[in-house]
């Protein structure tokens, strides 16, 4: 279960929303959607994503770690973008 990696450690937390991010968009290009950049692709694959606004949400928050040094997350946020890139994997079909 993706979402049950989670610990307290905000390094591990941040990680594992990168890794959840990093393989969405590469189911995405394995499906073969359309774009330069994941947000891209998400767009081409929207209309398959029952939770549009939070996986657009989960991608931001992991943008948010990407570029800033001062990114806190918390479990309840942590977990919440896991289940979201999770639920966006199932959509495209790739678990």
């Known amino acids: 279960q993706i979402e049950n990696a989670v610990t307290d450690d905000s390094g591990s937390q941040q990680l594992a ?3 959840a991010d990093k393989l ?3 189911a995405l290009k ?3 959607y359309q774009g ?3 947000g891209e692709r998400m767009t081409a694959a929207s209309r398959v994503f ?3 606004e939070a996986v657009w949400a989960a991608h931001k928050l992991r943008n948010k770690i990407a570029h800033e040094d001062t990114v806190k997350l918390s479990q ?3 977990r919440r973008a896991l289940k979201s890139f999770k639920q966006a994997l199932k959509d495209v079909g790739a678990l």
């Open 24 to 26: 969405l968009d590469k």
């Open 17 to 19: 929303i990168l890794n």
């Open 36 to 38: 330069n950049t994941m």
């Open 76 to 78: 309840q946020l942590t």
């Open 30 to 32: 394995q499906l073969r």
């Open 50 to 52: 029952t939770k549009r």
